[in-house]
């Protein structure tokens, strides 16, 4: 299936996974999975705004599947940039992964696939958003080359916008 990239779990039970687009049949289970990255209960994941997304070239909701169960899923975002000629530059966000199924890979391989899908389309910079806490997934994206001291990101939100 072309856009799916498949491996193995690197812990037992061995169960084959594969990264893939989401789909709007995911909605619900794309839910419960930013639940666990956001405890807010206005989070809420329509159908019609995956597919959207799916519509436009420059978003790819993106999920990790194993067992016909959505364990993972992370946002990336192609940005035009005017600033290197024609090369985009691409943000990563809302990665999580299932508790359950944490500490077997597949977070690495997730971030290595879009790592990939970045250098396919010659972006000049990737960026990864991730809240301070998270101090294991900071340890990850380290490992795979992303440096936490060239920038710092201001963040505000849609309640603060308002006002």
């Known amino acids: 299936m072309a856009g799916t990239a498949k491996f193995k779990l690197a ?3 061995q169960s084959e996974s594969r990264i893939r687009k989401a789909l709007p049949s995911d909605a619900a289970q794309l839910e419960a999975l930013y639940h666990l990255l956001v405890k807010d209960p206005d989070v809420r994941v329509l159908a019609t705004r995956i597919q959207e997304m799916n ?12 067992g016909g169960r959505i ?10 940039d005017a600033l290197f000629s024609v090369q985009p530059t691409a943000v990563f966000d809302n990665l999580v992964i299932h508790p359950d199924w944490r500490r077997r ?11 990939r899908l ?31 001291n060239k920038k710092l990101t201001f963040i505000k939100y849609n309640k603060d916008l308002k006002k």
Do not use: Y
Request: glycine letters at 6%.
């Open 55 to 66: 519509d436009n070239p420059l978003h790819k909701l993106l999920v990790v599947e194993s």
């Open 105 to 115: 890979g597949l977070a690495r391989q997730l971030l290595e696939h879009v790592i």
């Open 118 to 148: 970045c250098a396919e389309k010659d972006c000049s910079k990737l960026t990864i958003t991730s809240t301070l806490d998270r101090t294991e997934a900071h340890k990850l994206f380290r490992s795979l080359g992303f440096h936490d």
């Open 71 to 80: 364990v993972g899923t992370g946002l990336l975002i192609f940005c035009l």
């Open 11 to 13: 812990t037992k039970p």
